[in-house]
Protein backbone atom coordinates (compact mmCIF):
# COMPACT_ATOMS: atom_id res chain seq x y z
CA UNK A 1 0.00 0.00 0.00
CA UNK A 2 1.24 3.38 -0.36
CA UNK A 3 1.87 5.19 2.56
CA UNK A 4 1.86 9.14 2.55
CA UNK A 5 3.00 10.50 5.76
CA UNK A 6 2.31 14.26 6.58
CA UNK A 7 4.57 15.54 9.58
CA UNK A 8 2.17 16.39 12.05
CA UNK A 9 -1.52 16.36 12.94
CA UNK A 10 -1.97 18.99 14.39
CA UNK A 11 -0.31 22.43 14.70
CA UNK A 12 -0.20 25.97 16.61
CA UNK A 13 1.52 28.88 15.09
CA UNK A 14 1.51 32.58 15.54
CA UNK A 15 1.09 35.34 13.28
CA UNK A 16 3.82 36.15 10.93
CA UNK A 17 5.87 32.93 11.73
CA UNK A 18 7.30 30.78 8.89
CA UNK A 19 5.80 27.84 8.91
CA UNK A 20 6.91 24.51 7.32
CA UNK A 21 4.29 21.37 6.77
CA UNK A 22 6.37 17.90 5.19
CA UNK A 23 5.00 15.69 3.75
CA UNK A 24 6.64 12.57 2.43
CA UNK A 25 5.62 9.49 0.05
CA UNK A 26 7.18 6.39 -0.07
CA UNK A 27 5.91 4.78 -3.66
CA UNK A 28 8.66 6.47 -5.54
CA UNK A 29 5.54 8.51 -7.15
CA UNK A 30 6.46 11.68 -9.37
CA UNK A 31 3.37 13.59 -8.71
CA UNK A 32 2.93 15.83 -5.10
CA UNK A 33 0.12 17.83 -4.12
CA UNK A 34 -0.95 20.13 -1.67
CA UNK A 35 -4.21 21.17 -0.77
CA UNK A 36 -6.35 22.98 1.92
CA UNK A 37 -9.55 21.80 3.38
CA UNK A 38 -12.33 24.37 4.76
CA UNK A 39 -15.86 23.76 5.25
CA UNK A 40 -18.31 24.38 2.17
CA UNK A 41 -15.33 24.98 0.15
CA UNK A 42 -14.44 21.46 -0.45
CA UNK A 43 -10.67 20.76 -1.31
CA UNK A 44 -8.78 23.22 -3.00
CA UNK A 45 -5.21 22.88 -4.79
CA UNK A 46 -2.63 24.91 -3.63
CA UNK A 47 0.50 23.68 -5.51
CA UNK A 48 1.46 20.58 -7.28
CA UNK A 49 4.65 19.25 -8.33
CA UNK A 50 5.64 16.15 -11.25
CA UNK A 51 9.24 16.14 -10.48
CA UNK A 52 11.93 16.83 -8.74
CA UNK A 53 12.82 20.98 -8.21
CA UNK A 54 9.58 21.13 -10.66
CA UNK A 55 6.93 22.92 -9.32
CA UNK A 56 3.26 24.30 -10.42
CA UNK A 57 0.32 26.83 -8.79
CA UNK A 58 -2.59 25.21 -8.16
CA UNK A 59 -5.56 27.65 -7.75
CA UNK A 60 -4.96 29.20 -4.35
CA UNK A 61 -1.06 29.81 -4.37
CA UNK A 62 -0.83 33.06 -3.17
CA UNK A 63 0.84 33.08 0.34
CA UNK A 64 2.38 30.13 0.12
CA UNK A 65 5.36 28.38 -1.44
CA UNK A 66 6.65 24.81 -1.89
CA UNK A 67 9.99 22.88 -2.35
CA UNK A 68 10.88 19.57 -3.71
CA UNK A 69 14.67 18.43 -2.84
CA UNK A 70 14.16 14.75 -3.56
CA UNK A 71 11.36 12.64 -5.02
CA UNK A 72 10.01 11.20 -2.19
CA UNK A 73 9.51 15.13 0.18
CA UNK A 74 7.41 17.46 -0.84
CA UNK A 75 6.92 20.68 1.44
CA UNK A 76 4.89 23.45 1.84
CA UNK A 77 5.57 26.79 3.52
CA UNK A 78 3.83 29.45 4.83
CA UNK A 79 6.24 32.20 4.45
CA UNK A 80 4.26 34.49 7.15
CA UNK A 81 1.46 32.70 8.56
CA UNK A 82 -1.39 34.77 8.74
CA UNK A 83 -5.00 33.83 10.45
CA UNK A 84 -6.68 33.03 7.19
CA UNK A 85 -4.11 30.32 7.12
CA UNK A 86 -5.37 27.97 9.67
CA UNK A 87 -7.25 25.20 7.37
CA UNK A 88 -6.91 21.66 7.42
CA UNK A 89 -3.86 20.67 4.85
CA UNK A 90 -3.84 17.75 2.91
CA UNK A 91 -0.95 16.37 1.12
CA UNK A 92 -1.20 13.63 -2.00
CA UNK A 93 0.78 11.43 -4.21
CA UNK A 94 0.38 9.81 -7.31
CA UNK A 95 2.11 7.50 -10.01
CA UNK A 96 1.28 8.40 -13.86
CA UNK A 97 -1.96 9.90 -15.82
CA UNK A 98 -5.30 9.01 -15.09
CA UNK A 99 -4.14 7.33 -11.24
CA UNK A 100 -5.98 7.92 -8.35
CA UNK A 101 -3.86 10.46 -5.89
CA UNK A 102 -3.53 8.50 -2.61
CA UNK A 103 -3.90 10.89 0.63
CA UNK A 104 -1.89 11.30 4.02
CA UNK A 105 -3.75 11.96 7.37
CA UNK A 106 -3.91 15.44 6.96
CA UNK A 107 -2.48 18.51 9.26
CA UNK A 108 -4.75 20.78 11.25
CA UNK A 109 -3.06 24.41 11.62
CA UNK A 110 -4.07 26.87 13.78
CA UNK A 111 -2.81 30.58 13.19
CA UNK A 112 -3.12 32.52 16.45
CA UNK B 1 -13.73 23.41 -17.76
CA UNK B 2 -13.99 20.47 -15.58
CA UNK B 3 -15.81 20.94 -12.58
CA UNK B 4 -18.00 18.61 -10.13
CA UNK B 5 -21.20 18.77 -8.61
CA UNK B 6 -22.25 16.73 -5.53
CA UNK B 7 -25.33 17.23 -3.85
CA UNK B 8 -24.86 19.34 -0.55
CA UNK B 9 -25.19 17.35 2.87
CA UNK B 10 -25.79 16.92 5.18
CA UNK B 11 -27.29 13.66 4.79
CA UNK B 12 -28.51 11.67 7.74
CA UNK B 13 -30.00 7.99 7.24
CA UNK B 14 -31.03 5.04 9.81
CA UNK B 15 -28.92 2.10 9.74
CA UNK B 16 -29.99 -0.32 6.87
CA UNK B 17 -31.36 2.76 4.86
CA UNK B 18 -30.60 2.92 1.28
CA UNK B 19 -27.86 5.78 0.08
CA UNK B 20 -27.61 7.93 -2.76
CA UNK B 21 -25.07 10.56 -3.38
CA UNK B 22 -25.46 12.19 -6.49
CA UNK B 23 -22.51 13.22 -8.20
CA UNK B 24 -22.40 15.58 -11.93
CA UNK B 25 -19.45 16.46 -13.71
CA UNK B 26 -18.32 18.68 -16.55
CA UNK B 27 -15.66 17.94 -18.84
CA UNK B 28 -14.16 17.55 -22.09
CA UNK B 29 -13.74 13.72 -23.53
CA UNK B 30 -13.72 11.24 -20.97
CA UNK B 31 -12.17 11.81 -17.73
CA UNK B 32 -11.47 9.51 -14.90
CA UNK B 33 -13.92 9.40 -11.96
CA UNK B 34 -13.66 8.86 -8.19
CA UNK B 35 -15.41 8.20 -5.20
CA UNK B 36 -13.03 9.43 -1.90
CA UNK B 37 -13.86 8.79 1.60
CA UNK B 38 -13.09 11.09 4.32
CA UNK B 39 -13.34 9.95 7.85
CA UNK B 40 -13.63 11.60 10.84
CA UNK B 41 -9.96 13.36 11.69
CA UNK B 42 -8.06 10.94 8.80
CA UNK B 43 -7.16 12.25 5.22
CA UNK B 44 -8.96 11.35 2.60
CA UNK B 45 -9.44 7.54 0.88
CA UNK B 46 -9.62 5.94 -2.60
CA UNK B 47 -13.31 4.21 -2.23
CA UNK B 48 -13.79 3.51 -6.01
CA UNK B 49 -13.57 4.34 -9.74
CA UNK B 50 -14.28 4.08 -13.13
CA UNK B 51 -11.95 5.12 -16.25
CA UNK B 52 -14.36 4.92 -18.76
CA UNK B 53 -18.23 5.04 -19.76
CA UNK B 54 -20.84 2.35 -18.52
CA UNK B 55 -17.61 1.23 -16.05
CA UNK B 56 -18.67 0.32 -12.48
CA UNK B 57 -16.75 0.89 -9.79
CA UNK B 58 -17.26 -0.87 -6.44
CA UNK B 59 -15.78 -1.68 -2.70
CA UNK B 60 -16.74 -2.11 0.51
CA UNK B 61 -20.58 -2.35 -0.74
CA UNK B 62 -20.23 1.03 -2.51
CA UNK B 63 -21.38 1.16 -6.12
CA UNK B 64 -20.79 4.08 -8.63
CA UNK B 65 -21.58 3.70 -12.47
CA UNK B 66 -20.26 6.32 -15.09
CA UNK B 67 -22.99 7.68 -16.93
CA UNK B 68 -21.82 9.75 -20.08
CA UNK B 69 -24.92 10.21 -21.01
CA UNK B 70 -25.79 11.79 -18.08
CA UNK B 71 -22.63 13.11 -17.26
CA UNK B 72 -23.11 11.43 -13.56
CA UNK B 73 -21.30 9.11 -11.12
CA UNK B 74 -23.87 8.83 -8.45
CA UNK B 75 -22.20 6.83 -5.57
CA UNK B 76 -24.76 3.97 -3.72
CA UNK B 77 -25.07 1.67 -0.88
CA UNK B 78 -27.88 -0.93 -0.50
CA UNK B 79 -27.86 -0.73 3.11
CA UNK B 80 -25.52 1.63 5.02
CA UNK B 81 -23.94 1.11 8.15
CA UNK B 82 -23.10 3.74 11.75
CA UNK B 83 -19.51 2.88 10.19
CA UNK B 84 -19.83 4.73 6.89
CA UNK B 85 -20.14 7.83 8.70
CA UNK B 86 -18.04 10.05 6.46
CA UNK B 87 -17.73 12.98 4.29
CA UNK B 88 -17.56 11.60 1.02
CA UNK B 89 -16.12 13.38 -2.33
CA UNK B 90 -16.63 12.92 -5.65
CA UNK B 91 -13.98 13.94 -8.21
CA UNK B 92 -12.37 13.67 -11.44
CA UNK B 93 -9.13 13.62 -14.05
CA UNK B 94 -9.75 15.61 -16.96
CA UNK B 95 -9.31 13.11 -20.25
CA UNK B 96 -5.39 13.48 -21.04
CA UNK B 97 -4.19 12.49 -18.04
CA UNK B 98 -3.55 16.18 -16.40
CA UNK B 99 -2.42 15.84 -12.80
CA UNK B 100 -4.97 17.50 -11.13
CA UNK B 101 -8.18 16.26 -9.33
CA UNK B 102 -10.73 18.19 -9.56
CA UNK B 103 -13.03 17.51 -6.28
CA UNK B 104 -17.12 18.34 -5.39
CA UNK B 105 -17.32 20.25 -1.99
CA UNK B 106 -18.30 16.99 -0.32
CA UNK B 107 -21.26 15.40 1.40
CA UNK B 108 -21.12 14.57 4.82
CA UNK B 109 -23.06 11.38 5.69
CA UNK B 110 -24.26 10.53 9.14
CA UNK B 111 -26.28 7.31 10.16
CA UNK B 112 -27.76 6.80 13.02
CA UNK B 113 -28.00 3.42 14.81
Known sequence: DVKVTQSSRYLVKRTGEKVFLECVQDMDHENMFWYRQDPGLGLRLIYFSYDVKMKEKGDIPEGYSVSREKKERFSLILESASTNQTSMYLCASKQGSNQPQHFGDGTRLSIL | ?113
Not at chain 2, 19 to 48: D, H, K, M, R
Open chain 2, 1 to 113: GNSVTQMEGPVTLSEEAFLTINCTYTATGYPSLFWYVQYPGEGLQLLLKATKADDKGSNKGFEATYRKETTSFHLEKGSVQVSDSAVYFCALIPFGGANNLFFGTGTRLTVIP
